[in-house]
């Protein structure tokens, strides 16, 4: 009947009005050229009897993210091997810098430790000088018996995070990280 016919209508009309309320403006979709290149590729032709070891890291940081790939195909990335002054990384921007490491501290520190806490910094992650020696990025504050490599899975999942997003959103910007690796000139006890 007609009452019928009247709340159909108003059925339709509310459920085109809950559709129509209910859209939501399509996201603007990120522009492929500002997205970050999702490989990051590393040069080991300066990192010496290091060398194997940043390869080593790379597969650690590969297992650990998605939306990334650490290869040893190219320049973002240069390892060097030198000598005294302390291991540090260069970051010039989002996946892009260099990496020093100090064969005096690799001979105290754990180098596989210090090498993917060194390119932690390239993917974006600050330093965390806590001591816990779970975390890759409190570095040598959790002590030369400290040889866990592992990124945590928060630490991990950032730099995941950092390389979905584009360029402007995630790029953390030019910095240096130093001193992540203090000398111990007496073994720490314990
Ligand atoms: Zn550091």
Excluded: K
């Amino acid at each position: 009947m007609t009452s019928r016919r009247v709340s159909r209508l108003l059925v339709a009309l509310l459920t085109a009005g809950t559709m129509f309320g209910a859209t939501v403006a399509s996201p603007s979709a990120a522009s492929a050229d500002a997205r970050i290149a999702a490989t990051v590729c590393y040069d080991t032709s300066q990192a010496g009897s290091f060398a194997g070891i940043a390869n080593q890291a790379a597969t650690i940081w590969n297992n650990a993210t998605v939306n990334l790939t650490l290869s040893n195909c190219g320049s973002n990335l240069r390892i060097y091997q030198i000598t005294g002054g302390g291991s540090y990384a260069v970051r010039t921007s989002l996946g892009n810098g260099r990496v020093y490491i100090d064969t005096q501290q690799a001979a105290q520190y754990s180098p596989l430790r210090i090498m993917t806490h060194e390119i932690g910094h390239i993917l974006g992650l600050p330093d965390n000088y806590n001591g816990n020696c779970a975390l890759l990025m409190s570095g040598g504050s959790a002590g030369t018996s400290c040889t866990n490599p592992y990124p945590s899975t928060a630490e991990a999942n950032r730099v995941s995070n950092l390389f979905a997003g584009t360029r402007a959103s995630a790029d953390t910007g030019s910095q240096v990280f130093r001193d992540s690796w203090p000398v111990f000139s007496v073994a720490p006890v314990g």
